[in-house]
């Protein structure tokens, strides 16, 4: 299989911007916040950043509020691409736009507006190739754009179900990472749920739960814990019990065997070779 040279960071949603009131278990934004990874991912402070707010209802104000947390970390080639339909996806400077960049953010609100207008258009290609061919560029996305990521992508459901048959609506995503299905703000909005639905209808993908102000740094397979808040991976590969297929819409499920992992800045977790490795203790929060 060939090596994929881009990054990936989705991202948990809410993430530090730089003004936040509720210091509590913040990092130091400039040095160690999310979007602080993202620029250095990038390039540094002279990447071209290209802001794609699609998925929510506000898309200027979000632009707007980007560009301000990008600039509090000395970045000033920020441009927001806003696009509104099918149509802005294809034009001449959108296209321009993407093919410049060195690195994409995709804003919160709703993952399956990213899909609709995005996925499949010429933008999209354009981002899947330099996506798998290279090296340092870079596709972020918090909440919504997180979720999109995924080939198999949790388009809604409720979170306040138990585990029952039909909580989780899955749809198709941009496919950037076929590995994985992503939910975000996991441990606030108590999805366990639904991301435990989402694996049982697909078990050969990995379930990862993104907490607030948390992210992930993947590159070719490797998985890199970022941001103040935890992540809960569920593997189910090794299931040795799954009444998914079977039972009916609203019907209590149960899995056994299912491998779950809960894990926090700079742990880290091989898709591929299904093995974790969690920060020593000592070592400091980065």
Not at 165 to 176: D, E, I, T
Not at 177 to 182: D, G, R, Y
Request: aromatic share 6%; charged share 25%.
């Amino acid at each position: 299989m060939k090596l994929i040279k881009g990054t990936l960071i989705p991202i948990g949603g809410n993430e530090d911007k730089g003004y936040s009131e509720d210091d509590y278990n913040k990092v130091d934004y400039i040095e160690e916040g999310i979007l602080s990874h993202v620029v250095r991912e990038a390039g540094g402070v002279d990447a071209n950043i290209v802001v794609i707010p699609t998925a929510s209802s506000i898309p200027i104000e979000v632009g707007k509020n980007y560009i301000e947390a990008f600039k509090t970390l000395g970045c000033d080639n920020v441009t927001v691409l806003d696009i509104r339909n099918q149509k802005d996806a294809e034009k001449p400077e959108a296209i321009a736009s993407i093919k410049s960049a060195n690195c994409i953010m995709f804003s919160g609100g709703d993952q399956s507006k990213i899909t609709k207008k995005i996925g499949g258009s010429t933008i999209h290609n354009i981002m899947l190739d330099r996506f798998k061919n290279e090296k340092g560029f870079v596709i972020a996305g918090t909440s919504a754009g997180a979720m999109a990521m995924a080939k198999e992508m949790i388009a809604g459901g409720s979170a306040s179900e138990a585990f029952v048959k039909g909580a989780v609506k899955m749809s198709n995503g941009l496919g950037l990472i076929p590995q994985l299905t992503i939910d975000t703000h996991f441990i606030r909005r108590g999805r366990f749920g639904r991301l435990a639905e989402a694996v049982a209808k697909y078990p050969k993908l990995i379930g990862i739960g993104l907490a607030e102000d948390t992210g992930l740094i993947i590159k070719n397979n490797v998985v890199r814990v970022i941001g103040s808040g935890m992540v809960i991976v569920f593997d189910p590969r090794k299931l040795k019990h799954n009444n998914e297929k079977i039972l009916k819409g609203g019907t209590p499920m149960s899995l056994t065997n299912l491998k779950t992992h809960v894990l926090a800045n700079g742990d880290r977790f091989n898709v591929k070779k299904k093995k974790v490795k969690v920060l020593p203790v000592a070592e400091p929060f980065i």
